[in-house]
């Protein structure tokens, strides 16, 4: 899976870089809309982050390079811009996805990870870990091929663990993805802990493999015992 | 008050002071003129008489046949006639066939005969024409003065609307501009030099307004991205920190602390932003949102979060409430004044909401005293220590209102209510 970051922020970049590889992505990446240009000419990527703020250029410009040359890389925007003609029109452009800095790393990952569930066609539209097995799509959850019933937030923060198995997973990132940026994460800390119970209780019941294991203070992780 | 009204209403006063003086002087001139002729006809008549009595001494009889005129004359010492000098003077006669007093002009004088005698000379002119005449002069006057008066009032106002215009058509191109949409071009032809500066002076300030809106928009989308990245990479870097599986659960423990206070950083960044976004009128989109569908949806969804604090919520009243406002504004406004009646609420506190069709009202229960009305909208003014406010909740909601003609109102009588008035 190849991944090319295109950030002019030297510390951001790397971050983003040591996040990815994390997660076996072979990661590229430039700092300058020249050299985003020659990249993205010379090379295909199953996915591409896209800074819109470059010194010498707007990352939306180079999104319609892109469309120009009928490339078929998703995009995902990431913005300090929190501006929403600026994501409409990435958006239009044919954008996949519009982050708004500062993001969580692990929300990064989701949703590239989503973006490229949702590429692979061929593929199937369902994700797995240990023996849970979820369909994003149609909102189904398997345990050992029997269905667990979860609502909808639970659903979302099961996603969200499997996109992101292993990873030490913050209470507000948490808090962000089930509620998107639309309520003051702070407000839900109560909830996510109410939440993640009755789910790890949901799991257990069903014998799930992986477990939810809560980190002191900063959040919980999902891990797959070996 | 229209400057019209208000120029009118100035020039009213002086001209009816003015105009008054004016008319008694004018009254009080031709009285004396009248007089003064009177006199001169008295002093022709003494003259006549006199020439006449000298030379003939059948004259020195009184006459007063002449209902217009009469005259008496009898004699009188030297000693008495030395004293005397011409004296004119009003005074009224007794007219016997009209049965009245009428009023007479009199002039008393003395005159030597040639054969050394002295006599009184008395000639009385009725005056009943002056009468006429100084009454038709003032009734003139009052009339010419009221009409006089009017003419120059409604010419003034005439004038007025015919010179000022340029003035309105500046004032209805201005109630048309906002800093930030495309300006009208300011159709206002005019020869008057002063017009010309003011329609140049304002097309250039309008101009000036729209470039610094720009600036200052551009500043606050440049101040975002300088603070978010720095801010992005300093969480991005703690949260691989934490991730290495050398970190202790002190090192944790650590670790969570700093990132909760760099997440409190950030969204108090985020709420700034959002209030210098409000202020800078940079929602210019609207469409017409329902608050009532707003209100209950936040509702369930704030429910959900506060499940934990056992608050109960009753929705006492709900009308169609719908106003034309930008969607997310409308959205930040009733999830601000929503949020607040939880985070100060008690546990198993109560909630009460009531929408009309023109006001959103939200009570509370809270262990908080009564709030400062002054301070209530102003930024970080906290005034409670809860980690979950950033003192700038309320600050939004000040800023909405402000931009939609919305009142905020805050009563307290145990429990705190926030009234929204949506004009």
Redesign the interface.
């Known amino acids: 899976m190849k991944i090319l970051i295109i950030e002019d922020?030297d510390?951001?970049r790397e971050?983003?870089i040591?996040?990815l590889e994390?997660e076996q992505y072979l990661v590229e990446s430039v700092a300058t809309f020249q050299q985003a240009l020659l990249k993205i000419s010379d090379y295909d990527y199953d996915c591409i982050i896209l800074d819109i703020?470059l010194p010498d250029g707007s990352g939306l410009t180079l999104l319609s390079e892109l469309k120009k040359m009928h490339k078929k890389e998703s995009v995902i925007i990431v913005s300090?811009?929190?501006?929403?003609d600026d994501k409409v029109i990435g958006l239009n452009l044919g954008a996949d996805d519009y982050l708004?800095?500062?993001?969580?790393?692990?929300e990064l990952n989701a949703r590239i990870k989503s973006i490229i569930r949702r590429k692979q066609q061929d593929g199937e539209l369902s994700l797995s870990l240990g023996n849970i097995l979820i369909y994003p799509d149609k909102h189904l959850v398997n345990v050992d091929k029997e269905e667990v019933v979860l609502n909808r937030?639970e659903f979302d923060l099961l996603y969200y663990f499997i996109t992101n198995p292993g990873?030490?997973l913050?209470k507000?990132a948490l808090a962000e993805s089930v509620?998107g940026d639309?309520?003051?994460?702070?407000?839900?800390f109560?909830?996510i802990?109410?939440q993640v119970k009755n789910l790890r209780k949901k799991l257990k019941t069903a014998g799930a493999t992986p477990e939810i294991k809560a980190?002191?203070?900063?959040g919980y992780k999902m891990i797959l015992e070996e | 008050m229209k400057l019209a009204h208000y120029t009118i209403r100035n020039l009213s006063l002086p001209l009816l002071l003015i105009m008054t003086i004016w008319a008694c002087v004018f009254y009080f001139l031709v009285l004396h003129e009248v007089n003064d002729e009177t006199n001169d006809t008295l002093q022709n008549y003494k003259e006549m008489i006199i020439k006449h009595a000298l030379s003939d001494s059948a004259f020195l009889k009184n006459n007063e046949n002449n209902i217009m005129n009469s005259y008496y004359m009898h004699e009188i010492s030297k000693e008495e006639a030395n004293l005397m000098k011409d004296e004119f003077y009003d005074a009224t006669k007794y007219i016997e066939i009209e049965r009245e007093h009428e009023p007479i002009r009199v002039l008393r004088t003395c005159f030597m005969t040639s054969d050394g005698k002295y006599y009184e000379l008395k000639i009385e002119i009725s005056t009943l024409e002056k009468e006429d005449l100084l009454e038709t002069v003032l009734w003139s006057i009052i009339a010419l003065y009221l009409l006089l008066l009017c003419c120059i009032l409604v010419v003034t106002h005439y004038v007025f609307h015919k010179s000022f215009r340029p003035l309105y058509t500046i004032l209805d191109w201005l109630k048309y501009y906002i800093p930030g949409k495309k300006i009208e071009p300011l159709k206002n032809e005019t020869t008057v030099d002063e017009f010309s500066a003011l329609n140049k002076a304002f097309e250039e300030a309008a101009q000036r307004g729209n470039v610094l809106y720009e600036q200052q928009k551009q500043f606050v989308e440049n101040a975002s991205h300088e603070l978010q990245t720095p801010l992005a990479v300093s969480m991005n870097k703690l949260e691989l920190l934490s991730e290495n599986p050398d970190c202790t659960e002190e090192q944790l423990r650590e670790i969570s602390d700093i990132y909760q206070t760099l997440q409190g950083v950030v969204r108090m960044n985020k709420s700034l932003l959002l209030i210098s976004r409000i202020d800078n009128n940079q929602y210019l989109e609207t469409q017409n949102v329902s608050i009532t569908e707003l209100g209950k949806t936040l509702l369930t969804e704030y429910e959900e979060i506060y499940e934990a604090k056992h608050i109960r919520t009753f929705l006492i009243k709900e009308e169609e409430l719908v106003r034309n406002m930008n969607e997310s504004l409308a959205k930040t406004l009733v999830k601000n004044i929503l949020r607040n009646a939880f985070i100060h609420n008690m546990p198993e506190g109560e909630i009460y909401i009531e929408i009309t069709s023109n006001t959103l009202s939200i009570e509370n229960t809270s262990d908080s005293p009564e709030l400062n009305q002054d301070k209530l909208f102003s930024r970080f003014a906290k005034q409670s220590n809860r980690p979950d406010s950033t003192g700038l909740g309320l600050a939004i909601v000040k800023s909405i209102a402000k931009i939609y003609q919305i009142e905020v109102d805050y009563f307290y009588n145990g429990k705190h209510r926030f009234v929204l008035t949506f004009l």
Do not use: N
Request: proline share 2%.
């Open positions: 922020e510390k951001l971050v983003m040591r996040s994390k703020m300090a811009k929190d501006s929403l708004t800095k500062p993001f969580h790393l692990a937030k990873r030490l913050s507000d509620w639309y309520i003051d994460q702070a407000d839900s109560d909830f802990y109410s980190i002191y203070g900063f």
